[in-house]
């Protein structure tokens, strides 16, 4: 959906030839990014994984640290933790809404707890408000991952705005896209001051090539700030043509058997269906990747559901996950978990074609 200001924004960029990072599209996109997910300041990045990485250097987290985080989520959230020599502490997936169980985090904090970091999946937030009262009450940082969740809110408040750095990314299948990009929030001017060198190889304005610090180069140019900036002004709108969409599917399947669909609402927040998954008991007889294959052999593209990282083999290889990480939840969430499309560009015929098929390929 780039059918609203993309190209005259974008022709703005190569008719003044300010097409790098220096351009005026950045300072614009962050300053209205901002603005609209209330924080104090806003980094625009290369993409979301970029701004975990930087996120989780600028909070300091490093060896001997532990991080407690979900297993049920995408590598991105991870790479960092390990590589900078702290631990992963992984948290099972609630059944229901696929998120953290929040109620288990409080008994693997430890002395050594630097941090926890909440990764809203697949349409509904993390229930924030317990999470964040654990954190105040035991001195830790929240890291709030929200590359799936623009323009969701908790309890009225937007997500992304309930981290001491939250996060977000532009990939093409996000609620947003600049073609690759991400962004980190934050009101602390301390670490976004740290997000703004490690982004940019920690130059000094005094002394530009000497170096106290390893950055990276984690640029974002000015031709995707513009992208950026005109998709930011039809978020609401984005959102709202998820949300019917969700519906859609919801209504058109709600009465099938032994399939487990995402979780409309809870008392925190409506879904967004970022993507609209759905998990298949046992008793249907077919996995995931049974179904999967079905729906490819009638034209239907689907994805798995995301792999945990407590059976990650790099991760295992590492050494990086201890018996404490077993989560079954997410290991049949794997097993028993894909979604189906999903995209903005999608028509009700579409939709109903999908749901048709569906129907037909895990009717008991
Ligand atoms: C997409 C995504 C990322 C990574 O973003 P990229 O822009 O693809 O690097 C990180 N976390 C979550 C939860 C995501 O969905």
């Given amino acids: 959906m780039l059918d609203g200001n993309e190209k005259r924004y974008l022709l703005e960029c190569i008719e003044s030839g300010w097409i790098s990072s220096e351009g005026p599209f950045i300072k614009?996109?962050?300053?209205?990014?901002?603005?609209?997910?209330?924080?104090?300041?806003?980094?625009?990045?290369?993409?979301?994984?970029?701004?975990?990485?930087?996120?989780?250097?600028?909070?300091?987290?490093?060896?001997?640290?532990?991080?407690?985080?979900?297993?049920?989520?995408?590598?991105?959230?991870?790479?960092?933790?390990?590589?900078?020599?702290?631990?992963?502490?992984?948290?099972?997936?609630?059944?229901?809404?696929?998120?953290?169980?929040?109620?288990?985090?409080?008994?693997?904090?430890?002395?050594?707890?630097?941090?926890?970091?909440?990764?809203?999946?697949?349409?509904?937030?993390?229930?924030m408000d317990p999470l964040l009262e654990l954190a105040r009450k035991h001195g830790l940082k929240v890291l709030e991952d929200a590359a799936q969740m623009h323009g969701q809110t908790y309890k009225g408040r937007a997500c992304g705005s309930l981290g001491d750095i939250s996060t977000f990314s532009f990939y093409p299948n996000k609620?947003?896209?600049?073609?690759?990009?991400?962004?980190?929030?934050?009101?602390?001017?301390?670490?976004?001051?740290?997000?703004?060198?490690?982004?940019?190889?920690?130059?000094?304005?005094?002394?530009?090539?000497?170096?106290?610090?390893?950055?990276?180069?984690?640029r974002m140019t000015s031709m995707q700030a513009a992208l950026g900036l005109a998709q930011l002004e039809r978020l609401d709108e984005f959102v709202a043509r998820k949300r019917r969409m969700g519906a859609l599917?919801?209504?058109?399947?709600?009465?099938?058997?032994?399939?487990?669909?995402?979780?409309?609402?809870?008392?925190?927040?409506?879904?967004?269906?970022?993507v609209f998954g759905l998990v298949l008991d046992e008793r249907l007889g077919l996995t995931a990747a049974d179904a999967m294959k079905r729906l490819a052999a009638e034209g239907i593209g689907s994805r798995p559901f995301f792999y945990p990282m407590h059976q990650q083999p790099v991760l295992r290889q590492m050494g990086a996950i201890a018996d404490a990480d077993r989560c079954p939840v997410a290991e049949r969430l794997y097993e028993r978990g894909f979604y189906i499309p999903s995209g903005l560009a999608l028509t009700e015929d579409q939709i109903r074609t999908v749901a048709a098929t569906v129907r037909r390929i895990l009717t008991l």
Avoid at 198 to 207: I, V, W, Y
Avoid at 249 to 263: F, K, M, S
């Fill in 28 to 127: 614009a996109f962050e300053e209205k990014f901002a603005a609209r997910f209330n924080r104090k300041h806003a980094i625009a990045v290369c993409n979301g994984t970029a701004a975990l990485d930087a996120a989780i250097e600028a909070l300091g987290i490093g060896p001997g640290d532990e991080v407690i985080m979900p297993s049920f989520t995408i590598i991105s959230c991870v790479m960092q933790i390990v590589r900078n020599g702290a631990k992963p502490v992984l948290i099972d997936a609630d059944p229901r809404t696929w998120n953290m169980d929040v109620s288990a985090i409080e008994a693997r904090i430890t002395p050594r707890t630097k941090a926890i970091m909440a990764v809203h999946i697949y349409g509904l937030p993390v229930d």
């Fill in 175 to 218: 609620h947003i896209t600049t073609g690759e990009g991400g962004m980190i929030v934050t009101d602390s001017d301390e670490l976004a001051e740290q997000c703004r060198s490690l982004r940019n190889l920690c130059f000094k304005p005094e002394s530009r090539f000497v170096h106290d610090r390893l950055g990276w180069n984690l």
């Fill in 249 to 274: 599917y919801q209504q058109l399947l709600g009465d099938l058997e032994g399939v487990q669909l995402p979780q409309a609402s809870t008392d925190y927040a409506e879904s967004v269906y970022w």
